[in-house]
């Protein structure tokens, strides 16, 4: 019995170094396997552990890992949408760069414009604009939906910042111009506008379509009479009840008759001038009635101290009457 239960245990000797003596422990053999397997045992779960451990670190790291993409995605696509943004602006700042360089060139024609106006006010005597014209080519125009083309050249951004700033100037200078306009454009208008009176109302329009004229201006053999006398306009023949027209426009201020002048018109024009119309057969204007250069004003005809039907007509300046020959004239008729 006592050899059997030798048999089962085992003798561990334990040496430290020669100068020590021999330990000897006594083990059974089930507890000496049972240490090794609690070893493999707690290896095993250590190894499990850790197995775990990893298997929640990597989890872990996947979504971290899968965020990040996340975010790079939305990072692209912010960066896309941010460069068709940049892309957008360019083609805006492309096309206002345009605009404003056709609406630089259409306010440099308007200026011309008005350069031109000017220069008819002048041109016509007014003597109420004085200054140099500027010389401007503005006569272009555009038209960028159609027919274009060229090789691709890109655009950097600093060119884009250029670009930008010289539109600003661009916008700045046509800003200056308006208000110049804005200050000078209407008094132009206006001596533009008086000037037109002037003209419309100076006495150029040959007053009947007749061109037989009978008698002139100055001294003359008067017809009842045999004496000489003065004739203070001139005398145009013409068929009873012919048209006559106004030699420029102006105000009828007088729509009468009397013994020598028969039926008799007379218009007050700028400037001093008036016109006179007489031996008409019918007055067709009324006194305080403005009349146009061209307007039928009476009919043609014999009445007061006439020998036929005939337009005797003259121009009065500043209460004197004057030649009508250096204001009307035939070929200045618009019924040649």
Do not use: C
């Amino acid at each position: 019995m006592k050899s059997a239960s030798a048999n089962r245990r085992m003798t561990l000797l334990v040496m430290r170094d020669a100068q020590h003596s021999v330990k000897q422990i006594h083990l059974s053999k089930p507890l000496l396997m049972a240490v090794p397997a609690a070893a493999v045992l707690s290896l095993s779960g250590l190894i499990l552990a850790l197995q775990a451990h990893s298997s929640q670190v990597i989890s872990q790291l996947e979504q971290k890992v899968s965020l990040e993409n996340a975010k790079s995605l939305q990072l692209q696509s912010s960066v896309n949408s941010r460069e068709q943004s940049i892309e957008r602006l360019q083609n805006e700042i492309i096309k206002l760069s345009t605009q404003a360089k056709d609406m630089q060139l259409k306010m440099q024609r308007v200026d011309e414009l008005e350069q031109q106006l000017q220069q008819f006010i002048e041109k016509h005597g007014t003597g109420m604009i004085t200054g140099d014209s500027a010389d401007k080519a503005s006569s272009l125009s555009w038209d960028a939906s159609q027919h274009i083309g060229g090789e691709f050249i890109a655009v950097h951004d600093n060119e884009m910042l250029d670009l930008a700033q010289e539109t600003k100037d661009d916008f700045q200078e046509i800003q200056e111009l308006l208000k110049t306009m804005e200050s000078t454009v209407p008094d132009t208008l206006q001596k533009a506008q008086e000037t037109q009176r002037l003209i419309a109302g100076n006495p150029t329009l040959w007053p009947t379509e007749s061109r037989v004229m009978t008698s002139s201006f100055g001294y003359r053999t008067d017809p009842f009479t045999g004496k000489a006398a003065f004739h203070a306009g001139i005398d145009i023949a013409g068929d009873n009840g012919g048209p006559v027209y106004a030699a420029g426009a102006g105000k009828v201020t007088t729509a009468d008759q009397s013994g020598a002048r028969g039926r008799y018109v007379v218009i007050e024009h700028p400037n001093g001038l008036q016109t006179w119309y007489m031996h008409l057969s019918k007055v067709l204007v009324k006194e305080g009635e403005s009349v146009d250069k061209g307007d039928k004003i009476a009919l043609l005809g014999s009445t007061g101290r006439s020998t036929g039907p005939h337009l005797h007509f003259q121009v009065v300046k500043q209460d004197r009457p004057v030649n009508p020959l250096p204001y009307i004239r035939p070929e200045s008729s618009e019924f040649n």
